[in-house]
C-alpha cells in the first residue's frame, strides 16, 4: 500500500472521530464532593436543553481523572486540583487537561451534637488525626476516647484534608475510613466520641461543626479564603470545552447554576 | 527457591502489619505461541508451539505514610520449553520516598526497581513483544539502585537520575559479571503540547572489572565500558498514537581494543484505538524495527521484525481500564545476512490483571 494511501485512511479514520466527538450526550464520573451539584445542575440543564443527555457517575476524583485519561468520560469531576503526574500522564496521552472552578466548599470538622468542643486548631486536628491526643478531655471536652473517622484514600477529599490539616502526616490506623460524605456524616451523628469531616454541602442537623483556628466555615469565610480548609471545586475537560459540555459547565458558572450550587449547600463562586 | 518462598511469604504476612494500606496486585498472561523458522539442518519447520504461563506479576504495594510507599513485585513463569517447567524472580523491591528531599513531585527511589532508560520503564505491553530496549538487550527493565525520579511542573515532562548496578535483575551465579563500577543514568522527557513527547536517555555502564582477580593480576580483557543513548518521540492525536525510539550502544574494551563494537536499533509503532468509534474495546497495533545487534563490528547482519496485531480489551473497571486484554500478534522476523535465523512467529495471548487495597 502507498504511503498516500495510508494517509488517505488515517485522515478518514480522524475525521470519523470528530464526527463523533460532536455528540449530545454527557458523560461525567469522579469526585463524591461533586457529584449533587453535578446531578443538580445536570437536571436543570437537561430540561433547558432536552437534546442533551448528561450521565453522571462517582466513583472519586481520582477515577474520574484516569477516565478523562483514558478518553472515556467528557467531564471528570475532583474535588482536589490535578497532581502534576495525573497532568504529564494525560498529556503524554494527548489529553489536555483543563480546569473549571464550579463551586467552593470547605471541608467542616464534625463532632457528636452533645460534644462540648466548639474549636480546634489545624495543630489539635493533626495531632487527633495521627494519634497524639486520644481523648476529649485533653481538648477541654469530656473524659471521652475520640473516635477519629476520616476518607478514604481514594476520595480528594482526603486529599485536601490531608494536605492543609495533616500536612501529609499519616492518619493513625485505628481510623474508621469511609467511602462517602455522608456515611462520615451519619457515623459522627451516631458516635458520641467520634470526629469526622465533609463537605459543607453535607451537613445536617445531626452533627455539630467546630470552628478551625477560631473561624467557623462559612459562605463569607470560604469565599474570601480565611476558612483553613477551604477549596475549590473542579470540572476537568480535555481542552476548552466546546459544544454540549462548554454549555453544560456555563450553566453551572453563571447565576442559575451557582444558585443551585448554594442550594445544594456549597459557596458559590465568587 | 525454598527460602526465597519462605522469605515472600514471611513478607505477606509482616507488610500489611507494618504498613497504613497496602495493595494487592497480580497480572497473568497466558499465551499460545506458533513459530517457524529453519530447523539446524536448514530446512523450514515449527520450531515451537505450546501454551504456557509467559509472565506473572504478584506484587504488593504497602503505604506506609502519606510520603513513603513501597512496592514488592515477583516475576513468576510456567512453561515445559525450561528445565524446571518454572521459574521465579524478583523483580521489584522498592521504597519511594516523596519528601526525602525538598523538590516539588520528586521521588527518591532505593532498591531493585525501575531503569529509567528509553521506553522501557513505562511500555505497557499493546503490543505482546518487549519494548526495544528490552528486546534488543539494550537495557535492564529492572536493577538495584538509587534513583531520583520527578516530573516537570504542569505536566511538562518528568526526569530522572540514577546511579545502579548495572548487572540488571535476572543475573545470578555464574551469570553474573565481576564488576565493581555502577551504572549512571539521566532521562528526560518533555511534553511541549498535549499528545507530543519527546525524550532522550543516556547510560554509562560498564561490564566485568579492569584487573584480573585469577591469581595471576594483569589486565582483564573482557572488561568493557558502555555508553548507551536513546532518543524517544511519542504522538499522541485522538484514537491514534505513534511512537519511535532510536538508541545506540557504543562497547569500548579498554584492555583488548579489537573487540571494541556497536549496535543501533530503530522501532516505530502504531496504536489504533477503536473505543470511542465502536461500543467495543478493540486496538489494531503495528510495529517495525531495525536493529544491527552487532557482537562484532566485522558482523554486518541487519534484523528486520515487522508485526501487526490486534487486541480486545474487556472487563473494565470504574475508571475504563480493561482488567482482561485478548492480544493476537504476527511477527515476521528477517535476517540481512544470517537468512537461516529467519522466523515467524503468531502469539494469541489473554492477559488478565487484579488488584486490590487493604487498609489496616
Same mark, same amino acid.
Given at each position: ?116 468542643? $466548639? +474549636?480546634?486548631? !489545624?495543630?489539635?486536628?493533626? &495531632?487527633?488525626?495521627? /494519634? *497524639? #491526643? ?45 467511602? $462517602? +460524605?455522608?456515611? !462520615?456524616?451519619?457515623?459522627? &451523628?451516631?458516635?458520641? /466520641? *467520634? #470526629? ?59 447565576? *442559575?447554576?451557582?444558585?443551585?450550587v448554594e442550594n445544594e449547600g456549597f459557596v458559590a463562586l465568587k | 527457591m525454598k527460602r526465597l518462598i519462605v522469605l515472600l511469604c514471611l513478607g505477606v504476612m509482616i507488610l500489611p502489619v507494618m504498613a497504613h494500606e497496602i495493595k494487592l496486585t497480580g497480572e497473568m498472561w497466558n499465551r499460545w505461541t506458533l513459530e517457524t523458522g529453519n530447523a539446524p539442518a536448514g530446512e523450514n519447520t515449527i520450531l515451537r508451539n505450546n501454551l504456557s504461563l509467559e509472565r506473572g506479576y504478584l506484587g504488593l504495594e504497602p503505604k506506609f505514610s502519606d ?294
Open positions: 500500500m502507498k504511503v498516500r494511501n495510508v494517509i488517505i485512511i488515517l485522515a478518514i479514520l480522524l475525521i470519523g472521530v470528530s464526527a463523533f466527538a460532536k455528540t449530545n450526550k454527557v458523560v461525567c464520573s469522579g469526585s463524591t464532593t461533586v457529584l449533587p451539584i453535578a446531578q443538580a445542575t445536570a437536571e436543570a440543564f437537561m430540561d433547558k436543553n432536552p437534546n442533551v443527555n448528561i450521565s453522571i457517575r462517582g466513583g472519586g476524583s481520582g477515577v474520574g481523572i484516569a477516565a478523562l485519561q483514558n478518553g472515556t468520560v467528557h467531564i471528570a469531576n475532583s474535588s482536589r486540583p490535578m497532581k502534576t503526574k495525573e497532568m504529564n500522564q494525560c498529556r503524554a496521552k494527548g489529553i489536555a487537561p483543563t480546569a473549571y472552578a464550579v463551586a467552593l466548599d470547605g471541608i467542616a470538622i464534625l463532632t457528636h451534637k452533645s460534644n462540648p468542643v $466548639s +474549636n480546634l486548631t !489545624v495543630k489539635q486536628l493533626k &495531632a487527633i488525626y495521627t /494519634g *497524639a #491526643i486520644k481523648n476529649w478531655k485533653d481538648l477541654g471536652g469530656p473524659n471521652l476516647p475520640i473516635v477519629v473517622i476520616s476518607r478514604d484514600v481514594a476520595s480528594g477529599t482526603f486529599e485536601v484534608f490531608n494536605e492543609k490539616a495533616l500536612g501529609g502526616a499519616k492518619v493513625i490506623s485505628s481510623a474508621l475510613l469511609l467511602a $462517602s +460524605n455522608n456515611a !462520615v456524616v451519619t457515623s459522627v &451523628a451516631d458516635t458520641p /466520641g *467520634a #470526629i469526622g469531616y465533609a463537605g459543607l454541602g453535607y451537613l445536617g442537623d445531626g452533627v455539630k461543626t467546630v470552628s478551625v483556628n477560631n473561624i467557623v466555615p462559612s459562605k463569607a469565610t470560604v469565599q474570601n479564603d480565611t476558612y483553613p480548609l477551604s477549596r475549590k471545586l473542579y470540572m476537568y475537560t480535555n481542552g476548552k470545552a466546546k459544544g454540549a459540555v462548554g454549555s453544560y459547565i456555563a450553566f453551572i458558572q453563571s447565576p *442559575a447554576g451557582q444558585k443551585i | 510520603a513513603v510507599k513501597g512496592r514488592f513485585t515477583v516475576d513468576i513463569f510456567s512453561t515445559d520449553l525450561v528445565k524446571d517447567g518454572a521459574g521465579l524472580k524478583i523483580k521489584y523491591a522498592y521504597l519511594d520516598f516523596s519528601k526525602l528531599l525538598p523538590i516539588p513531585d520528586m521521588t527518591t527511589t532505593i532498591g531493585l526497581q525501575k531503569v529509567y532508560f528509553g521506553s522501557i520503564y513505562d511500555w505497557d505491553y499493546t503490543l505482546i513483544g518487549k519494548s526495544p530496549t528490552d528486546e534488543y538487550k539494550f537495557a535492564n527493565s529492572a536493577d538495584y539502585g538509587l534513583t531520583l525520579h520527578g516530573y516537570i511542573p504542569k505536566g511538562w515532562g518528568e526526569y530522572a537520575l540514577g546511579l545502579y548496578n548495572g548487572e540488571g535483575y535476572k543475573n545470578y551465579g555464574a551469570n553474573l559479571k565481576n564488576n565493581i563500577q555502577p551504572a549512571f543514568l539521566a532521562n528526560l522527557r518533555l511534553i511541549p503540547v498535549a499528545g507530543l513527547t519527546l525524550g532522550g536517555s543516556f547510560m554509562l555502564n560498564s561490564s566485568e572489572r579492569s584487573d584480573s582477580l585469577s591469581g595471576l593480576g594483569g589486565d582483564n580483557p573482557k572488561y568493557n565500558e558502555q555508553k548507551l543513548m536513546d532518543a524517544y518521540l511519542s504522538a499522541a492525536y485522538g484514537p491514534l498514537t505513534l511512537m519511535g525510539e532510536y538508541m545506540m550502544k557504543d562497547v569500548t574494551y579498554p584492555n583488548d581494543s579489537a573487540k571494541d563494537m556497536s549496535a543501533n536499533c530503530a522501532s516505530v509503532n502504531a496504536v489504533l484505538k477503536l473505543k470511542t468509534l465502536v461500543e467495543k474495546d478493540i486496538d489494531f497495533v503495528v510495529r517495525y524495527d531495525r536493529s544491527d545487534p552487532t557482537d562484532s563490528d566485522k558482523d554486518e547482519n541487519i534484523v528486520t521484525a515487522i508485526t501487526g496485531g490486534v487486541n480486545y480489551n474487556f472487563m473494565h473497571d470504574d475508571s475504563s481500564n480493561p482488567a482482561m486484554q485478548l492480544q493476537l500478534n504476527y511477527t515476521n522476523k528477517s535476517n540481512s545476512v544470517k537468512t537461516t535465523n529467519d522466523s515467524s512467529a503468531l502469539m494469541l495471548q489473554l492477559k488478565w490483571r487484579f488488584n486490590n487495597t487493604l487498609k489496616s
